[in-house]
């Protein structure tokens, strides 16, 4: 990431006063309050790699995005928190973040940016998943 889209970041999630994020699992659930960002889109926007399919590799890649407080999610923030395996399925998560489309993060029902973990599930259909 460049550095002046570093700063940015750093200084809208000050503004947006979410130097913690959401709440962590660990720290006991979720936050009163708080709602995570929701995906809507109509249809997935992540394509299973065809060879990858054929031969049934399944994974989950944890993406980290950061969306801000209208839902549109800030590119250069996204980045493969924890990765399946296979660097083809990492890739097909990374290239389909760009598509996808976020109702905002809120907290006591106004919308505010902050950064989270979006799992995304490569599961063959064959082997009891669905597509992704």
């Given at each position: 990431?460049?550095?002046?889209?570093?700063?940015?970041?750093?200084?809208?999630?000050?503004?947006?006063?979410?130097?913690?994020?959401?709440?962590?699992?660990e720290?006991?659930?979720?936050e009163?309050?708080?709602?995570p960002?929701?995906?809507?889109?109509?249809?997935?926007?992540?394509?299973?790699?065809?060879?990858?399919?054929?031969?049934?590799?399944?994974?989950?890649?944890?993406?980290?995005?950061?969306i801000?407080?209208?839902?549109?999610?800030?590119?250069?923030?996204?980045?493969?928190?924890?990765?399946?395996?296979?660097?083809?399925?990492?890739?097909?998560?990374?290239?389909?973040?760009?598509?996808?489309?976020?109702?905002?993060?809120?907290?006591?029902?106004?919308?505010i940016?902050?950064?989270?973990?979006?799992?995304?599930?490569?599961?063959?259909?064959?082997?009891?998943?669905?597509?992704?």
């Amino acid at each position: 990431m460049k550095p002046l889209r570093v700063v940015a970041c750093l200084l809208l999630l000050v503004a947006c006063g979410e130097q913690d994020g959401p709440p962590s699992e660990e720290a006991g659930g979720a936050e009163r309050g708080f709602e995570p960002p929701v995906l809507i889109n109509a249809e997935s926007p992540v394509r299973y790699p065809p060879a990858l399919f054929r031969d049934q590799i399944e994974g989950t890649v944890v993406l980290r995005l950061f969306i801000d407080s209208r839902g549109r999610l800030i590119e250069d923030s996204t980045r493969v928190a924890e990765g399946s395996g296979h660097a083809a399925l990492d890739s097909a998560a990374l290239a389909a973040a760009a598509a996808m489309r976020f109702a905002p993060a809120q907290r006591d029902g106004r919308p505010i940016a902050t950064p989270f973990l979006q799992p995304i599930h490569f599961q063959h259909p064959s082997r009891g998943g669905g597509n992704q």
